[in-house]
């Protein structure tokens, strides 16, 4: 017999035998009540001083309980309509994303997993890695975070040192034949930019961007209500097994980067969503805000101050479309190419800003940001850009910011470095001034 059956047939014998004591005490006393009592409680209820009417009810209410056919007001069997009620209750907690994601790590116990940031690591990305791996130690599963690109902006370089982050860039020499599968956060798509082993599968993928496709993962959790992929974690450590503990310094540190992670992308809460306010409220107790205020207030660079010098030079303003130019950009600079996306954007009439530069001599980077109530930066890159053969777009993004890559391929050898960027300049400015309808020569 189930815990819950014994505890309601328990209750069941012991309010039946109150029940049966309380009439035999009455029918001494008064033979009409106890008959009364008997019948529907009405009678009982109109013929008797009001202190046996309040014990009659009492009597009542335990005979409703201990009698199983007895109906409640509803017209169910009280023990069953309490059965049915907890049984919602445990169907409500599994269907919970987190109990999902808990069920699938049980089965890497004593295994290893990658959790891969794809593209440039950003705090939202770096907080969410942080926090997938923390998880996965509740389990016993081992997990390392890997990224592939450089980690350039100066933020994020604080953030993983002051909270001495252990994180490692992928080489070609990078084993990945130990990891049983991997995990993915803040990004679009399951692509690698790798191949790894036969048999390595997703196991999980947590995003907020706009879903491109199926996918086929154990555990995938896309939600475009929310505004940090920091945010659904947070809910993870609300809902889950695994929580932030008061007075710990790895709880601090991780509620710190999910803070900081919150903070970033939702551009200091102008866009979050109630998630991520209540991810936020969540958190509070756990930051150590001296360190967040560190990492949150550090000094532009001089190179992103030259990209936005270049930017505001080259500037070409068509309504409340605004495009620029910034020529070669070191790859350890590229982040200036977003923050010079973010400063054009505060321009009086201009909603929309894109921001584009030839990086390392091998892609076309560019940045958009926008507060316009049409233009969906998604939609608007991957229409104006398109995607490769194999269907991965060049472009994307989220409501108010998107960014595009593409590969110069072999021109990237080009000797003429004036030659190549005129041609990459007057290919992107043309398909911008088609997508807005406007030709050139009217800009």
């Known amino acids: 017999m189930s815990s819950f059956l014994f505890e309601h047939t328990c209750l069941a014998v012991t309010d039946t035998f109150a029940y049966n004591w309380l009439l035999g ?40 309980r201990s009698d199983p056919d007895k109906a409640s007001s509803n017209g169910r069997p009280a023990a069953t309509q309490s059965a049915a009620t907890e049984a919602a209750k445990l169907t409500a907690d599994a269907e919970r ?27 939202d990305s770096i907080g969410s890695a942080l926090a997938q791996r923390h998880i996965c130690q509740h389990f016993a599963v081992d997990a390392d975070i890997i990224h592939f690109e450089d980690l350039s902006h100066h933020e994020n ?32 798509s399951p692509e690698l930019p790798v191949s790894l082993p036969e048999g390595t599968s997703l196991v999980s993928m947590v995003d907020h961007h706009r879903r491109l496709g199926p996918i086929s993962g154990q555990f995938v959790d896309i939600r475009e209500d929310a505004g940090s992929t920091c945010a659904i974690y947070c809910e993870y450590f609300a809902d889950g097994s695994t929580t932030l503990e008061a007075g710990s310094q790895e709880s601090a540190k991780l509620a710190t980067a999910l803070m900081h992670g919150i903070r970033a992308d939702t551009d200091d809460f102008l866009g979050a969503r109630p998630i991520d306010f209540k991810a936020s409220a969540f958190l509070a107790p756990h930051v150590d805000r001296e360190l967040l205020m560190t990492i949150s207030q550090q000094s532009i660079s001089s190179k992103s101050m030259d990209i936005l010098h270049v930017a505001l030079d080259r500037k070409i303003i068509k309504g409340t479309y605004m495009i620029a130019g910034v020529g070669y950009v070191r790859e350890e600079d590229r982040d200036g190419i977003g923050e ?28 958009m940001r926008t507060t316009s109530n049409t233009v969906d930066p998604d939609q608007w890159l991957k229409d104006m850009f398109g995607a490769d053969k194999a269907g991965r777009y060049y472009g994307g993004g989220r409501r108010d910011k998107g960014g595009f890559q593409i590969p110069l391929g072999i021109f990237g050898k080009c000797s003429d470095k004036n030659l190549l960027w005129g041609t990459a300049q007057q290919v992107i400015e043309d398909l911008f001034f088609e997508k807005i309808g406007e030709s050139r020569e009217q800009a």
Not at 45 to 54: A, E, G, L, R
Not at 110 to 120: D, E, P, Q, V
Not at 171 to 186: N, P
Request: with cysteine.
């Open 25 to 64: 005490a009455q029918a001494a006393q008064n033979p009409p009540l106890a008959q009364a009592a008997t019948h529907d409680g009405i009678i009982g209820h109109m013929q008797t001083p009001k202190s046996t009417q309040v014990a009659g009810q009492q009597a009542r209410r335990k005979k409703a």
């Open 157 to 188: 370089k604080a953030l993983v040192k002051q909270l001495d982050i252990d994180m490692v860039q992928w080489k070609t020499d990078t084993d990945l034949s130990r990891y049983a599968g991997f995990c993915l956060v803040d990004t679009q």
């Open 97 to 123: 994303p987190v109990r999902k994601l808990e069920t699938v790590l049980r089965r890497y116990e004593g295994k290893a997993l990658a959790i891969f940031i794809k593209g440039y690591p950003d705090p």
């Open 340 to 367: 010079a996306a973010d400063y054009l954007l505060r321009r009086e009439g201009v909603d929309t800003a894109l921001v584009y530069g030839i990086v390392g001599g091998c892609t076309v980077d560019g940045s």
